[in-house]
C-alpha cells in the first residue's frame, strides 16, 4: 500500500510541482550546454564531445532518478568571410537530454540546437563576450500501468477492478528556448577568468499532463530558470592548476547554489596528461527559504590526450548527520577535445 501512495505522489509531483525545479548536474561544468547556451564553443578545439550521466540514490530506491545528456559542439573562424572579424567565432552545437523516474515511468526527452558568436574585444582574443540562443522540444512521458486506486479495490483481496480515475494523455511536446552570455579573460599561460548568466525556459511552456473543457493545456507551466556563473583557472609552480568555479540558480521558489574548486596536477612533459580532485558543496533553499548545505561534493578525473573522464558523488548532509552514506548521487562524465587551437595547452574544460 505504501508503494501505492507513492506512486500516486509522484504522478501528482510531476504534473504540478515540476515547473518549480530545473534538472541540474554536480559537474556542471562538464555539461555547459545544459548551463548557458553562451558558453557553445567555449573550448581551446575546434570540436568537443561530452556525455554525462547522474544516477540518484540507487541504494535508497528500487527504481533511481537517472539524467543523461549528450552533446557535440564545433567551432567556425570567420577570417574568411569577414576580414574585420577575423579574431571572432561562431560555433554551433546540439544537445540530449533525458530524465526519467522509474517508479511511474516519468520520463522526459529533450533535443536543442545551440548557436553562439564569440566576439574578441581586442587584437589578442584576451578579452571575449559571447552570446548565445538555444531553441529546442522536449517531450514528456508518464506511464499509467503501475498505478492503483482505490477505487480499483475488488473488496475481498486484490485491486483489479477499472478506476474512474480521470486518467489524461500520457505524453506532449512543447518548444523551449534560452539565451545567455558569458565573458571570458585571459592574462596569460598562468591566469584566465570567466562569468556568465542565461535565462532558460523564456516563454514559460505549459506542462501540465491535464486539459480543460476545450483542450488546451492547463496553466501549469515550467518557471524561468535564471542561472549565474563564474570560475578562474590559476597555474601555480610547473605542474598544478587550481579552479574554482561557482554556479547559481533562480527558478520559482527554488534557489541553488554550487560552488568549489578542483586541483589538477599534470603529469607529464607537454601537459597532456594529468589528474584532478576537488571539494564542492551545494546549498539550497528550504520550505521557510532558509539556505541550508544539501550536499558535500566529491570530484575525481583523468585526462589524457583530450580525453577527460570525471567522477563526482554528492554526499547528502543528513546522510552524513546520520551516519548514512547510502543516500547519495553518482555521475559520470566523459569529454573529447578535437584539433586543439594550441597543441601546448589542453583545457578540456570549458
Known sequence: MLRNIFLVATLVFCTFLLEAQDRHFSQ?????????????????AKYRLGL??????????DNPYRTFAASLEVKFGLDYFLRFAKKDKVAV???FYNDQVEGVEFRETRMALSVAYHKSLDKDSKNVLTIGYQSGISQRNLGFTDLI????????????????????????TFGDHSVGLNYSFSANRNFSAFA??????????????????????????????????GGAAINFGN????????????????????????????????????????????????????????????????????FLLGLSYDLNTEAVSNLNTRQGTFEISFVYLGEYDNETILCPKF
Open 28 to 44: 556542471f561544468y562538464t555539461s555547459p550546454l545544459t548551463l548557458n547556451p553562451a558558453l557553445t564553443g567555449a573550448f581551446n
Open 52 to 61: 554525462i550521466n547522474r544516477d540518484q540514490w540507487r541504494s535508497v530506491l
Open 93 to 95: 552545437g546540439i544537445v
Open 149 to 172: 486506486f482505490d477505487d480499483q479495490f475488488n473488496e475481498i483481496d486484490a485491486f483489479d477492478l477499472s478506476t474512474n480515475e480521470p486518467i489524461p494523455v500520457n505524453n506532449f
Open 196 to 229: 556568465g548568466g542565461a535565462l532558460h525556459h523564456i516563454f514559460e511552456p505549459r506542462i501540465s499532463f491535464f486539459e480543460d473543457r476545450v483542450g488546451d493545456r492547463l496553466n501549469i507551466v515550467l518557471a524561468r530558470n535564471y542561472t549565474a556563473h
Open 239 to 306: 605542474r598544478y592548476q587550481i579552479s574554482p568555479r561557482i554556479s547559481a540558480l533562480s527558478q520559482a521558489a527554488h534557489f541553488q547554489v554550487t560552488g568549489g574548486a578542483n586541483l589538477r596536477i599534470r603529469l607529464d612533459e607537454y601537459d597532456k596528461t594529468g589528474v584532478y580532485g576537488g571539494l564542492w558543496a551545494r546549498y539550497a533553499n528550504d520550505a521557510v527559504n532558509s539556505l541550508l548545505n544539501d550536499a558535500v561534493i566529491l570530484t575525481l578525473g583523468l585526462e589524457v590526450d583530450g
